[in-house]
T-cell receptor
Framework: KQEVTQIPAALSVPEGENLVLNCSFT??????LQWFRQDPGKGLTSLLL?????REQTSGRLNASLDKSSGRSTLYIAASQPGDSATYLC??????????FGKGTLLTVNP | EAGVTQSPTHLIKTRGQQATLRCSPI?????VYWYQQALGLGLQFLLW???????NRGNFPPRFSGRQFPNYSSELNVNALELEDSALYLC????????????FGPGTRLLVL
């Protein structure tokens, strides 16, 4: 069974701090890995997509890395802001051609 | 460019009834995916339609079904509703079968009483 695990489940930080969210997966044959943001009761917003041939992607204050050999991805958020508060989900498309999601990390950035 | 749209935004049904959820993909996208986000269970893959055909199905009973129309919009039907079907149902679309980003709609929140 393919699994995606996200650690920590919840994280609370003061504004301005740099932080790292972790994601691990068991399927070594992934095609890509995505990081999403979900605000309460809302749909998903794609943040970054890393193709299996890539090591990292950057967008503004966000940087995501992918290490297929160890089955890990990290999302780095620089200079966190209260508006970054949300649930962050990682997901991969693997050999079964469907997105498999982790349960997410609930991030709270305190002013 | 309009994003993925879903209707209705909220739906309240009683046990045993049927629910129909609708999704319109981004213009030019041919694949539509359905996901269920139930409380405490996380997002789970339901169905994938591409070019009008069902391509993949998650671990859900047959009372979850759907279809994709010639204009690539899609319907998700849930028959014989059970209380545990209460969830946020998300639709996503993509322009290629699996390597492109899936763009998600705002979801339909289904409540089964």
């Amino acid at each position: 069974k393919q699994e995606v695990t996200q650690i920590p489940a919840a994280l609370s930080v003061p504004e301005g701090e740099n932080l790292v969210l972790n994601c691990s997966f068991t399927d070594s044959a992934i095609y890509n890995l995505q990081w999403f943001r979900q605000d309460p009761g809302k749909g998903l917003t794609s943040l970054l997509l890393i193709q299996s041939s890539q090591r990292e992607q950057t967008s503004g204050r966000l940087n995501a890395s992918l290490d297929k050999s160890s089955g890990r991805s990290t999302l780095y958020i620089a200079a966190s802001q209260p508006g970054d508060s949300a649930t962050y989900l990682c997901a991969h498309i693997g050999s079964n051609y469907k997105l498999t999601f982790g349960k997410g990390t609930l991030l709270t950035v305190n002013p | 460019e309009a994003g993925v749209t879903q209707s209705p935004t909220h739906l309240i049904k009683t046990r045993g009834q049927q629910a129909t959820l609708r999704c319109s993909p981004i213009s030019g996208h041919t694949s539509v995916y359905w996901y269920q986000q139930a409380l405490g269970l996380g997002l789970q893959f339901l169905l994938w339609y591409d070019e009008g055909e069902e391509r993949n199905r998650g671990n859900f009973p047959p009372r979850f079904s759907g279809r994709q129309f010639p204009n690539y919009s899609s319907e998700l039907n849930v028959n014989a509703l059970e209380l545990e079907d209460s969830a946020l149902y998300l639709c996503a679309s993509s322009s290629r079968r699996y390597q492109e980003t899936q763009y998600f709609g705002p979801g339909t929140r289904l409540l089964v009483l």
